[in-house]
């Protein structure tokens, strides 16, 4: 099974800043990647497909970079309602399998 | 609007059983993979069980032999039988849809409904 690294655990940022956040797979994914963003509370929401792809609705100051074992979610301008838990999840392999998650909290 | 509902959490003691249930409105689950994944106070997401558009259905190994995923078209719902109940499947449970057959990433989630296993 593919193991999903998410770093760091906790990301520190004041709002209108960038955050970058980082997910490794154990072996390559290709561009098999998601991402979700979880607040308290609440379900996960999907917001990048395909590594890179943005789901509909997401806005452009979220976007995912990456292939094969090294991917990025970067959140420009980072807003109130952007903190909260970042996972990103494989699914080049059965199971899918997600990473620890990334807090990103208000510096 | 398109939607998952879940229900039928609570608590329950060790070796206990317990139903879920995940309504759908705006869709017809029978063409649908979709999928329960749950997530442990405090932790991450993790996969539990799924049933395939055709009706296949495969378990986690931490769940199988114990957790059965069922559906009835004619009431749209999905279930997720829950028998022999451990501390550890303590968790708020999700049901969610891949957004396109059996590319599993997940573009409609519930709202989840949470399960406690304590005595």
């Known amino acids: 099974e593919i193991v999903m690294t998410q770093s760091p655990a906790t990301l520190s940022v004041s709002p209108g800043e960038r955050a970058t956040l980082s997910c490794r797979a154990s072996?390559?994914?290709?561009?098999?990647l998601a991402w979700y963003q979880q607040k308290p509370g609440q379900a996960p929401r999907l917001l990048i497909y395909g590594a890179s792809a943005r789901a509909t609705g997401i806005p452009a100051r979220f976007s995912g970079s990456g292939s094969g074992t090294e991917f990025t979610l970067t959140i420009s301008g980072l807003q109130s309602e952007d903190f909260a838990v970042y996972y990103c999840?494989?699914?080049?392999?059965?199971?899918?399998?997600f990473g620890g998650g990334t807090k990103v909290e208000i510096k | 609007e398109v939607q998952l509902v879940e229900s039928g959490g609570g608590l329950v003691q060790p070796g206990g059983s317990l139903r879920l249930s995940c309504e759908a409105s705006g869709l017809t689950v029978s063409r649908h993979y979709i999928i329960w994944v749950r997530q442990a106070p405090g932790k991450g997401l993790e996969w539990v069980s799924v049933?395939?558009?055709?009706?296949?259905?495969y378990s986690a190994d931490s769940v199988k032999g114990r957790f059965t995923i069922s559906r009835d078209i004619s009431k749209n719902t999905l279930y997720l039988l829950m028998n022999s109940l451990r501390a550890e499947d303590t968790a708020v449970y999700y049901c969610a849809r891949t957004s396109a057959g059996d590319i599993w990433y997940f573009d409609l989630w519930g709202r989840g409904t949470l399960v406690t296993v304590s005595s």
């Open positions: 049933i395939y558009s055709d009706g296949s259905t």
């Open positions: 072996q390559s994914v290709y561009n098999s």
């Open positions: 999840q494989q699914y080049n392999d059965w199971p899918p399998h």
